[in-house]
C-alpha cells in the first residue's frame, strides 16, 4: 500500500525553473521526515534536501542551497521540491523517499523508502 508518486519532471534551459511533486499514499506523512535525492546515470546518488515532519526544519545540499526550496502539505499529503535557476549539473532523476525515524534527515542518512522517480533534464 505504501507509494510515493513524484511529478513535475522535464527539460528546461539553464536558469529556468521546476517545482517538483511528491504524492503519497498508505501512511500518513504528518508523522515522518520526507525529502528528495537524485541519482544522474553513472553517479552515486545525492541527497538534494529533507524537511522534518511539521516543516520546521530543512536541509539542503551545499549544491542547492539558495536555488531549491522544499516544502510539505501534510493535509495534503503532498511533498513538493521548488526548483530555480537549474544548472546543467541538476540533471537526474529525483526522487521522493520519507525516513521512519526523523532524526535521519539531519543525519543525512538513505532513506527508508522512496517512489520511481521524475526525470529532469537541463540543457540548451
Known amino acids: 500500500q505504501l507509494q510515493l508518486v513524484e511529478s513535475g519532471g522535464g527539460l528546461v534551459q539553464p536558469g529556468g525553473s521546476l517545482r517538483l511533486s511528491c504524492a503519497a499514499s498508505g501512511f500518513t506523512m504528518d508523522y515522518y521526515a520526507m525529502g528528495w535525492f537524485r541519482q544522474a546515470p553513472g553517479k552515486e546518488r545525492e541527497g538534494v534536501s529533507c524537511?522534518?515532519?511539521?516543516?520546521?526544519?530543512?536541509h539542503y545540499a551545499d549544491s542547492v542551497k539558495g536555488r531549491f526550496s522544499i516544502s510539505r502539505d501534510n493535509p495534503k499529503n503532498t511533498l513538493y521540491l521548488q526548483m530555480n535557476n537549474l544548472k546543467p549539473e541538476d540533471t537526474a532523476v529525483y526522487y521522493c523517499g520519507v525516513f521512519w525515524l526523523q532524526a535521519k534527515c539531519a543525519q543525512g542518512a538513505e532513506y527508508d523508502y522512496w517512489g520511481q522517480g521524475t526525470q529532469v533534464t537541463v540543457s540548451s
Open positions: 524537511i522534518s515532519s511539521t516543516g520546521g526544519s530543512t
